[in-house]
């Protein structure tokens, strides 16, 4: 979905025991999916592995941040599968994270790149990594509209 990998059964496998192994490989568990839905991003836009070359957005039109009833965020993990390390320690990016700037139209720009975007957009700033990364949005407690994959997540679109 608009390069995002979603999956709507991880945490009830059922006989599925690849995918349960798989889940298992790379993390503890999974919620269930009315609990949380993790879709991940490993491309741009143009189908490019992300890195840190170019820059990238994530824009959401007003209103269309996930609609979840507790939060989202989005996290960017190294191509090891760890959080990169970067000059002002920020991991993730969420609703709640401090100074977030919604746009005067009420869009909400994310800005995922290797350097400041500038003083004005830090505060929405992800910083990536030199090398490849990957991307999670975590939607804890989605809406029936994500469960059932109807939400459309915005691209990560390469500006640069």
Not at 56 to 69: A, C, R, S
Not at 72 to 99: C, D, F, M, V
Not at 124 to 146: A, D
Not at 152 to 158: A, D, F, K, L, S
């Amino acid at each position: 979905m608009n390069g995002w990998l979603v999956n709507l059964d991880v945490g009830n496998y059922g006989t599925d025991y690849l995918l349960r192994a798989g889940v298992a490989m790379y993390g503890l568990g999974a919620n269930s999916p009315v609990e949380a839905v993790y879709p991940n991003a490993f491309t741009d836009n143009q189908g490019q592995n992300l890195t840190g070359a170019p820059n990238y957005l994530i824009h959401f039109d007003k209103g269309q941040t996930p609609p979840v009833n507790a939060f989202w965020s989005i996290t960017l993990y190294n191509n090891e599968s760890y959080l990169a390390e970067n000059p002002i320690n920020r991991y993730s990016i969420s609703q709640n994270t401090e100074g977030l700037k919604y746009n005067p139209d009420g869009s909400l720009a994310i800005y995922i790149q290797n350097e400041s975007p500038g003083s004005e957009k830090e505060s929405n700033w992800l910083p990536s990594p030199s090398g490849q990364f990957n991307l999670v949005l975590r939607e804890y407690n989605p809406q029936y509209v994500i469960l059932k994959g109807e939400y459309q997540i915005p691209p990560v679109q390469m500006v640069s």
